[in-house]
């Protein structure tokens, strides 16, 4: 009896090694948001290396690991298409804030800014043992700095052609397009047939231009105006990066933004945008506050200025107008510190705050004063509570509205960073999608997932399709949320089980795992 027991364990294991499993993990159980935006159905996938192997409403495997969802959404892994995520990604190669909210791909370059060569960063982040797949854009900014300077005037012909060749040689490196941050210097002394020309670069490599707009406060709809001629005189596909509306005198704009670009998109122009769920913006006090002329040539120059007492004045007069009816949002008590090089504890602190323990009532002009105070110091980042809700929600219904967080990659504890980097698509799904009901879930899911890749020329990843990569975000639809707050941001969204990036779980049971699979994904013109 005993020695039969044996021998038939023997050749159940036998006929087990003869006959491997057909799939490595099994998801049972699941409702299957596919990333089209087609209505969920019940069902399992099955994942065979880094890739998807099959769906179907019952897989009977013999799968290595099953996994019960019980009902939990089965989504593909929601794409960032704009993030800053370089600045922590080596320190946090986890990226833990970004995969507790489902992401499994972020990208960078954004705003004009990336690495110019972009090679050598490609090549560290190969090296680089990581938990997220990454991609990158190319920055018009950059570029312009490292050929014109930091200098307000027009590029030289010789200079163009040399700009043009450093686009075609990133291009050819592997970057997804040309981003560009005409808001910052020194992308805001750029002409926009200039921009065009490097546009047009990008684009005949297949890539796609991004911008951090101009101007998203008085002049927006110029800006939204230059964006789409951007991709309607350079031929290629063109986005309104974190689309917003600021300064409360714009508020309602949005109905002229969403205008334009129907408009444009009906005479055949691909314009498309991406947003943050978020009434509040982030950058430097000195990029958000500061007039541009100020801060020509920079930091030396920008001292010089603020030293002679006829320019003081005058940029004191412009911050306070930007005080007043931008970033500022009308009020010292709405511009927020993220960090301050000089002085850590300012972290979470108001503009407001800092005026009064300056000794001085915090009213616009004072608030002015110290803005220029901080920059003598050395700087900080910001937080601009300067958006409607209103504008939020019209611009997050638009089908050519996907999600982007513009976040980054915080060391968790360290200063006080914009809850967006945490909570962005935690944040849809429970608040927009659960609580208000401004978008269906499949609707939102797609605006993470199908429609960014898309747009970027993954046609790898991005859909639950058997075949393409198992990048794979498991939720709770009744629990998920966003945690991190404008006061308390150093908390990760809950809800979600599972996280699979190429195949493998790099979260569960609450906990990132040792696994990084992530890898660096190339635009279309990579040799
Ligand atoms: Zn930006």
């Known amino acids: 009896m005993r020695v039969s027991a044996v021998f038939a364990l023997l050749a159940s294991a036998a006929a087990l090694a003869a006959q491997p499993a057909s799939y490595d993990l099994l998801l049972r159980n699941g409702r299957i948001v ?6 969920w159905f019940v069902g399992d996938v099955a994942i065979r290396g880094d890739a998807i192997a099959a769906i179907a409403s019952r897989i009977e495997g013999p799968a290595t690991r099953v996994i019960d969802d019980g009902g939990r959404v089965i989504a593909p892994g929601f794409i960032d298409i704009h993030t800053h995520a370089r600045r922590g990604l080596s320190q946090v190669p986890t990226a833990a804030n970004y995969v507790r909210q489902g992401v499994t791909t972020v990208i960078e370059g954004p705003d004009g800014s990336s690495p110019v060569p972009i090679a050598p960063f490609f090549a560290q982040l190969e090296k680089l043992q990581k938990s997220v797949n990454i991609a990158s854009f190319l920055g018009q900014g950059s570029i312009r700095d490292a050929v014109v300077g930091s200098t307000n005037r027009k590029a030289t012909p010789e200079e163009i052609q040399k700009m043009v060749g ?24 750029t002409p926009t047939e200039e921009v065009i020309e490097l546009a047009r670069a990008a684009g005949k490599l297949g890539g796609m231009h991004e911008s951090h707009q101009r101007d998203d406060a008085a002049k927006l709809l110029d800006s939204v105006n230059e964006t789409i001629a951007i991709g309607e005189k350079g031929g290629l596909p063109t986005q309104i990066s974190h689309a917003k509306v600021v300064g409360v005198a714009n508020w309602g704009r949005s109905v002229d933004l ?5 408009e444009a998109r009906a005479r055949g122009v691909d314009v ?5 769920p978020y009434t509040a913006s982030s950058t430097s006090i000195a990029a958000a506050l500061i007039p541009a002329w100020v801060l020509e040539g920079g930091r030396d120059a920008t001292l010089a200025r603020l030293k002679e007492s006829g320019s003081r004045e005058k940029a004191k007069g412009g911050i306070a107008m930007m005080i007043r009816d931008e970033r500022g949002g009308g009020d010292p008590k709405n511009v927020q510190f993220a ?15 800092l005026t009064k323990a300056r000794g ?11 803005v220029m105070w901080i920059v003598e110091q050395g700087g900080c980042q910001g937080i601009f509570h300067a958006m409607s809700e209103r504008d939020l929600t019209r611009i997050l219904r638009h089908p050519a509205t996907m999600i982007a967080s513009d976040g980054s990659i915080p060391v968790f504890g360290e200063a006080n960073p914009h809850p967006r980097s945490y909570g962005t698509f935690a944040r849809v799904l429970g608040v927009y999608v659960r609580e208000k009901k401004v978008l269906a879930l499949e609707e939102a899911i797609r605006k993470m997932t199908a429609f960014p890749a898309a747009r970027l020329g993954f046609t790898d990843r991005g859909l639950l399709r058997p075949g393409l990569k198992a990048d794979i975000a498991v939720f709770d639809p009744a629990t998920v949320r966003d945690t991190a707050t404008f006061t308390k941001p150093h908390a990760y969204a809950e809800g979600f ?17 040792a696994a990084r699979p992530g890898r660096v994904l190339y635009g279309p013109a990579k040799k």
């Open 34 to 39: 596919d990333g089209s935006g087609s209505a």
């Open 166 to 189: 450093m686009v075609e040689q990133g291009m050819r490196d592997g970057a997804l397009g040309l981003s560009t941050g005409l808001f910052y210097v020194p992308g805001t002394f």
């Open 258 to 262: 969403l205008r334009l670009v129907d």
């Open 272 to 276: 498309t945008i991406d947003q943050y």
């Open 339 to 353: 960090s301050c090089s000089f002085d850590p504890s300012l972290a979470g602190k108001t503009l407001a705050d």
């Open 360 to 370: 001085l009532a915090p009213t616009i002009r004072n608030a002015a004063e110290v």
């Open 497 to 513: 089980s599972h996280v699979l990036v190429n195949g493998q779980v790099v979260f569960e049971n609450g906990e990132m795992t």
